[in-house]
């Protein structure tokens, strides 16, 4: 009901002696408000008896290795002592490993006849053996087709000996806050379960670069992990994954990712037994205000490039300062919309990207890569710094740069190629220091344009300064990884 609505509505009943005919009007359509909030659903019974063969419960079991005690330090003399005397390996005097079997529960869903079964990486992740239990009580060893532990998102095969119950995606795009919702599982294993409730939120991220999580209010606990979350037509819009409380029981919000990110996960598994994400080969970061401003941006809206390593992007043209403000079409308003669209994308597919540059809109063609087939190339190396005693040459905003020399490159570990200039020091509480910079930092850009001594630092940022501007692009290297900042210089 508007809020319209409800106003008319307590103008009608605290006027009705007065004004009867416009009371009976009012009161008619307040009635009619609620069974429209509550779209005529009296009882979910129906959909539940269609959609709930297709839900199963999952059991794990893992075998641990561990040379730890598992029985307690009983005191000699203790009156315990007779009762645990006869137990085997009580005091693992040996050291040598021993083996204990642990299990977990979970929840998952049938999504064709054949017995492909979804759930959530976590469930099944390191299990010796997979067990799915059928709405009958039927249990069938699963086997493992794939995972993706980015989504945590598993997909498993049961063998049948007739068709099985399934159920379908829906667009998860598609649903709205507001929305009915059934979430169905095997909570804290106490087997088949419904819960409703509704979508509270959209598009929420948690952890990850892919998060595309569904909140909702319907119950969700332990045990309900890989489960479905249900739409009203009887399509999955969600695999339930994660709760916020505080005691470790359902308080209202539940997070499901979204069948638009599971659906492509799924169809990669049972293809490859694997992923295939889109990759660009760029390392980017948010515009800031003061970042669009140096930019000459009128918004924040779009992925501000800091490197172009070897790979998709650099090979086709894109430059590091590029501002990526549409990927195949989409439009991209900050770094996390980039990476999703990216990772969603087929690999090899041939797309059109759209940079700001120099003020201009530019397009250029890119072919997307393979991002699990580069990530061991991308990984970061973590580089301790330390502010070795060299001579100063510069001081701008508190914190002193220096030429690269040799001595520099030897500290910091840097390849023979690398231009710029050192950060060697910076103040406390200074601009330098307030913007993140910090000594070890290696000053690659300044004002857009590359700088290889400190004389040329100076001019750049002189020349910012005569330009009226209140602060200067600087494109800074740490830890191998390059990231755009605006310095204050006034």
Known sequence: MSKVSLHNFKLAFISQTFLPISCLVLIVFFHLSPSYAQNSYKSFADLV?????????????????????????????????????????????????????????????????TGLVVTNNHV???????????????????????????TDIALLKVDYEKPLDFVEFGNSDLARVGDWVLAIGNPLGQGFSVSAGIISARN????????????????????????????????????????????????????????????????????????????????????????AEAKD?????????????????????????????????????????????????????????????????????????????????????????????????AEVSGMIVTALTKAWREKLGLKEGLDGIVVSSVDDDSPASKKGIAAGDIIVEAGQKQVKSVAEFNDRVNLAIDSGKSAILLLLRRDGNQRFLALPIK
Do not use: C
């Open 204 to 291: 929420r991220a948690l952890r990850g670069s892919y998060d595309d999580f569904i909140q909702t209010d319907a119950a969700i606990n332990r045990g309900n992990s890989g489960g479905p979350l249900f739409n009203m037509d009887g399509e999955v819009i969600g695999v339930n994954t994660a709760i916020i409380s505080p005691n470790g029981g359902s308080i209202g919000i539940g997070f499901s990712m979204a069948s638009n990110v599971v659906s492509k996960v799924t169809d990669q598994l049972e293809k490859y037994g694997a992923t295939r994400r889109g990759w660009l080969g760029v390392s980017i970061q948010d515009l800031s205000d003061d970042i």
């Open 49 to 113: 008896d269609v959609i709930s063969p297709a839900v199963v419960n999952i059991t794990t079991s893992t075998d641990i290795k561990s040379t730890n005690n598992l029985l307690p330090e009983i005191p000699k003399g203790s009156p315990l002592e007779d009762l645990f005397r006869n137990l085997p390996n009580q005091d693992n005097s040996d050291g040598m490993p021993r083996r204990r079997r642990t299990s977990a529960l979970g929840s998952g869903f049938i999504i064709s006849s």
């Open 297 to 393: 941006l009128e918004t924040t809206d779009g992925a501000l490039v800091t490197n172009t390593p070897e790979g998709p992007a650099k090979s086709a043209g894109i430059k590091v300062a590029d501002v990526i403000i549409s990927f195949d079409g989409k439009v991209i308003k900050d770094t996390r919309s980039l990476v999703k669209i990216v990772g969603a994308t087929d690999v090899g597919k041939v797309v059109e990207v759209i940079v700001m540059r120099d003020g201009k809109e530019i397009m250029i063609n890119v072919t997307v890569g393979h991002r699990e087939q580069v990530e061991a190339d991308l990984a970061e190396n973590n580089i301790e710094m330390n502010s070795p005693a060299e001579p100063q040459q």
């Open 124 to 150: 099944i992740e390191k299990a010796d053996e997979i067990l799915v239990e059928l709405v009958s009580g039927e249990e069938l060893k699963a086997t493992l087709v794939g995972s993706d532990p980015k």
